[in-house]
Nanobody
C-alpha cells in the first residue's frame, strides 16, 4: 500500500527558509514522478514543483522559480522541497503527490494525473 507522509512545515518569517520532506512507502518509488502542490484557504490546489523519476527533469510554477528547489533520494524513497526567500503569499498547506505512470520524463502539473497524496503540512509565512 502506498503512503506519503509530509513533514517540515511550520511558521517562518518572510525571507526565511523551510525544507519539506515527503517519505513514501510502497514499491517502485524510483519509477514514479513526484510533485508538490499547495492549497491556500479559499483557493484551488496549485502545482508548485515536480521531478521526474530519475531527477533529470524538474519543473516549477512561475511563482516559485528561483526560490524553491525540488529533489529526491530514491534510496530513501523521499522527496524534498527546499523553500527559500519565503513570502506571505506562500502560506498554504503543502501536499506531495505520486504519479505511478512509470518512467515519466517530466512530472505533470495537473493534480488529476497523480494517484496518491499525502495528508499535507502547513506552511505559514509571516510578514
Amino acid at each position: 500500500q502506498v503512503q506519503l507522509v509530509e513533514s517540515g512545515g511550520g511558521l517562518v518569517q518572510a525571507g526565511g527558509s523551510l525544507r519539506l520532506s515527503c517519505a513514501a512507502s510502497g514499491r517502485f518509488f524510483s519509477r514514479d514522478a513526484m510533485g508538490w502542490f499547495r492549497q491556500a484557504p479559499g483557493k484551488e490546489r496549485e502545482f508548485v514543483a515536480g521531478i521526474s523519476w530519475d531527477s533529470r527533469s524538474m519543473n516549477y510554477a512561475d511563482s516559485v522559480k528561483g526560490r524553491f528547489t525540488i529533489s529526491r533520494d530514491n534510496a530513501k524513497s523521499t522527496t524534498y522541497l527546499q523553500m527559500n526567500s519565503l513570502k506571505p503569499e506562500d502560506t498554504a498547506v503543502y501536499y506531495c503527490a505520486r504519479d505511478t505512470a512509470r518512467y515519466l520524463t517530466a512530472a505533470p502539473a495537473s493534480p488529476f494525473e497523480y494517484d496518491y497524496w499525502g495528508q499535507g503540512t502547513q506552511v505559514t509565512v509571516s510578514s
